[in-house]
């Protein structure tokens, strides 16, 4: 707009300079008056400044000089056509810079578009990243969540921590974990599963548990106790009340090269008693035949586990349990600095399976635990369960559980006390935990 009104200024100027000048046709002569003075100014300018039309080196070339024989300069007007001509420069120069302008504008706004595309580009090619990586974290996660676990049991106490567990599963009520049961009976059927890899966890005794970790080069790993000792000694009668009290004594059992033999000498042997010399243990093949032998024995002792102590009470009101190994181990640790425990049962994981889903393992334990807690605090309807699952009859699980021993022992504890253990089996046999005691890796610590 500046630029406008300079032009029309400059418009204005050329044509006053045309009309006074030349009056239209030819050259106005100066009064006589004025003779020898300045040179001649022609009207002022808009701006109410003189405009000069005398040649200067701003307007060179836009009049003649000539010669009116007085000696004084007199300016020529401008030759014909010199007004269109300057019109015609000014706006030539005033479209040039306005197309420069625009030129200018333009350009400006393509730098700008290509910026914003730019940025619209990185914008989303970032959006597509976040995109992408979160379709595989959901990925990820609902492979996790597909997981399936196979969980191995025996029938006995070990099974019947897990039985709120397995109701959950068969209701299809656990919350972040997906499991499937098997229960077995007997013991020789639990190592082919887990070497073979159709079973991913599985609850058995704690020495076996040691076995496989070597025979497989340490493939797997316990990740927590699940119970305790369940051997007791007990007689048909009143005569024993301590550990010394068995010293003479014939004691019937079952387990000869295996926990209840290492168990029962470990007690014996603590106590001042040699099992070769100072009793007479009658090994059997089967709890049965150990029961029926006590019963024929009016002096007679036995050591059975749980839950058979409790079925064979119920056949046998005057059968008596009189020690519990479990608190005469515990008695004997008193004053360590990492304790053992007599044990009967662990749970393993295979290793290749905990790697690739650990987040799974992790549910399942931290369910196992609350199924654990509820078994022991909720008897009658966990009897319930563990006669459903044929692990024990209802009625022998209402009195059995309490003395079963069921727990949930994890992290430094569950390595203390297992480790300890072990060191006791492998002191009186190396067969016995393998032929080696396990590594660091055999006890599976979360950081939580």
């Known amino acids: 707009m500046k630029r406008k009104c300079i032009v029309a200024f400059i418009m204005a100027a050329i044509m006053a300079m045309a009309l006074f000048g030349c009056g239209g046709t030819g050259n106005v002569p100066e009064p006589a008056g004025n003779a020898g003075k300045e040179s001649q100014v022609d009207a002022p300018s808009a701006s109410g400044e003189a405009v000069v039309t005398a040649d200067s080196p701003d307007n060179a070339g836009s009049g003649e000089k000539a010669d009116d024989g007085k000696g004084d300069a007199v300016v020529a007007p401008a030759p014909a056509g010199s007004t269109e001509e300057a019109k015609d420069n000014v706006g030539e120069k005033e479209s040039g810079e306005t197309a420069k302008e625009d030129d200018a504008s333009e350009k400006g706004e393509g730098e700008d578009d290509v910026a914003d595309e730019s940025g619209n580009e990185d914008a989303e090619s970032e959006k597509n990243e976040d995109e992408d990586a979160a379709a595989d974290e959901n990925e990820n996660e609902d492979e996790e969540d597909a997981v399936e676990i196979r969980v191995l049991a025996m029938k006995g106490p070990t099974a019947m921590g897990m039985v709120r567990l397995m109701d959950l599963a068969e209701k299809d009520e656990l919350e972040d974990v997906s499991c499937t049961f098997q229960i077995v009976s007997a013991v020789d059927e639990v190592a082919p599963l887990l070497v073979k890899g159709e079973v991913d966890i599985a609850a058995l005794p704690a020495n076996l548990a040691a076995v496989l970790y070597n025979n497989t080069s340490g493939g797997l790993a316990v990740t927590n106790i699940n119970t305790l000792g369940i051997l007791y000694i007990v007689e048909n009668g009143d005569s024993v009340q301590t550990v010394e009290d068995l010293k003479g004594r014939t004691i019937y059992a079952s387990g000869k090269g295996a926990t209840p033999e290492y168990a029962l000498n470990y007690v014996l042997s603590e106590n001042g008693i040699d099992p070769d010399k100072d009793v007479t243990i009658e090994w ?88 654990v807690d509820y078994v022991n605090s909720n008897v009658d309807e966990a009897a319930a369960l563990v006669g459903k699952y044929d692990i024990v009859p209802e009625a022998v699980a209402k009195k059995a559980i309490p003395a079963c021993n069921i727990v949930f022992i994890d992290g430094d504890a569950m390595r203390d ?5 072990l060191s006791v089996l492998y002191g009186q046999n190396e067969k016995a935990v393998g032929g080696a005691l396990p590594e660091d890796d055999f006890y599976y610590v979360p950081e939580w």
């Open 284 to 371: 059997k093949s089967e709890h049965a035949e150990c029961l029926a032998a006590l019963l024929s024995d009016e002096s007679g002792i036995a050591m059975l586990p749980q839950p058979f102590v409790t079925t064979a009470q119920m056949k046998e009101e005057g059968l008596r349990t009189v020690l519990d190994l479990t608190e005469e181990w515990e008695k004997l640790q008193e004053g360590q600095d990492t304790p053992s425990a007599l044990l009967t049962g662990v749970t393993v994981v295979r290793k290749e399976f905990l790697e690739a889903h650990p987040d799974a393992v992790d549910a399942f334990l931290s369910a196992y635990a609350e199924s």
């Open 417 to 421: 006390r297992l480790s300890g253990y």
